[in-house]
């Protein structure tokens, strides 16, 4: 347990708003920068714990927004590969040294920030129908970074554009997918000392910063450039994923 002082404060309120902003329309990249930010300041172990009940109230308001436009067999076929990820995932997150861990979540932000550059082209280039096995292994690499990163987004879009989903269908899997996702790291992140419920019910005051921040993003995506958007935010990425690196 670690002492609540104001900058640790307003580092977690900041992540309530920006998971709220992320799900407000103004994109997943912002979301994976939640988990580097917190851990600037605090045990990465402890900051992973406080950012599941953020990102779960986070994904009532996805889920709501995309209601019944999923494909449930997609969600199906990922799911059974991140229950293998989750458990590897967790297993890593105990059993390694603080160190690696965050050297481990600075390498998977690094490769997020790659992908996010390299995502246009490979919307054009993926429209081949994968095998089965293909989504199981899409589905265990998201549960593996989503469990020690939140950062889960890249192997399900690469799987789903694979797929050539039309946009509202992708969006409304993926949300579900990293809904059900979320409740499954509760018993895995409960029996690891991961999640420490009395610091979130502690914290639990700030969690209407997450649909204020649903709000204004849903002001802001239509009145922001978003090119200079995305590449500020990917310049964070880069920035945070260096700083937990080398630091």
């Known amino acids: 347990?670690?002492?609540?002082?104001p900058p640790i404060l307003g580092m977690i309120a900041l992540a309530c708003l920006l998971t709220g902003l992320s799900k407000g329309g103004l994109g997943g990249t912002l979301g994976a920068l939640i988990t580097p930010l917190l851990a600037l300041v605090m045990p990465l172990s402890l900051a992973i714990g406080l950012i599941?009940?953020?990102l779960m109230v986070g994904d009532v308001f996805a889920v709501a927004a995309h209601w019944k436009r999923w494909e449930w067999r997609v969600v199906w076929v990922l799911l059974a590969g991140a229950l293998v990820g989750v458990g590897l995932g967790t297993v890593f997150i105990a059993g390694v040294s603080p160190q690696v861990l965050r050297r481990t979540l600075g390498a998977l932000v690094l490769?997020?920030?790659?992908?996010r550059l390299l995502e246009t082209r490979l919307k054009k280039d993926l429209h081949s129908q994968p095998p089965g096995w293909v989504g199981i292994l899409a589905g265990a690499v998201a549960g593996f970074t989503s469990t020690i990163a939140s950062a889960g987004?890249?192997?399900?879009a690469v799987y789903l554009l694979m797929l050539n989903m039309a946009p509202t269908t992708f969006v409304a899997t993926t949300a579900l997918f990293f809904?059900?996702?979320n409740w499954i790291k509760v018993p895995y992140y409960l029996s690891a000392g991961i999640l420490k419920l009395d610091l979130s019910l502690q914290l639990a005051w700030l969690l209407p910063l997450v649909p204020l921040g649903v709000w204004a993003g849903k002001r802001l995506v239509t009145h922001i450039n978003r090119l200079i958007f995305?590449?500020?935010v990917l310049a964070l990425l880069l920035i945070s994923a260096f700083l937990l690196l080398f630091r």
């Not at 347990?1 to 002082?5: A, E, L, P, R």
């Not at 490769?111 to 992908?115: G, N, P, Q, R």
């Open 153 to 156: 987004g890249p192997p399900v």
């Open 1 to 5: 347990m670690i002492d609540i002082t």
């Open 230 to 232: 995305e590449r500020l």
């Open 111 to 115: 490769l997020f920030a790659i992908y």
């Open 52 to 54: 599941l009940p953020i």
């Open 179 to 181: 809904t059900i996702l």
